[in-house]
């Protein structure tokens, strides 16, 4: 059964950085897109990032060019690193990894708490 292990949220100032990563384990991570959702309380969860199991990113417009996804598949772990954070980036961040042939993602993770405040 795969498994995603998120780490690094925190509290972090605005104008800071954070590096998020997540551990894929249970399934075949090269061949998976790798990305990250993150949910504030009474919204849906929305797409931050995704990345391509040929290491080509997409962002949300609400984060490009302040954040930056990448991934070691040798490592089987996804980094989502996060400059220049603002209040409203504040969130539950989720790691997903989606199959070749879903066009939804195959497994979560289960959060990690971001925090954005001075």
């Known amino acids: 059964q795969g498994q995603l292990v998120e780490s690094g949220g925190g509290l972090v100032q605005p104008g800071g950085s954070l590096r998020l990563s997540c551990l894929a384990s249970?399934?075949?991570?090269?061949?998976?897109?790798m990305g990250w959702y993150r949910q504030t309380p009474g919204k849906e969860r929305e797409l931050v990032a995704e990345?391509?199991?040929?290491?080509?990113?997409t962002y949300a417009d609400s984060v490009k060019g302040r954040f930056t996804l990448s991934r070691d598949n040798a490592k089987n772990t996804g980094y989502l690193q996060m400059n220049n954070v603002k209040s409203e980036d504040t969130a539950v961040y989720y790691c997903t990894a989606r199959g070749p042939l879903s066009w939804r993602p195959d497994y979560w993770g289960l959060g990690t708490q971001v925090t954005v405040s001075s």
């Open positions: 990345i391509s199991s040929g290491g080509t990113p």
């Open positions: 249970g399934f075949i991570f090269r061949v998976v897109a």
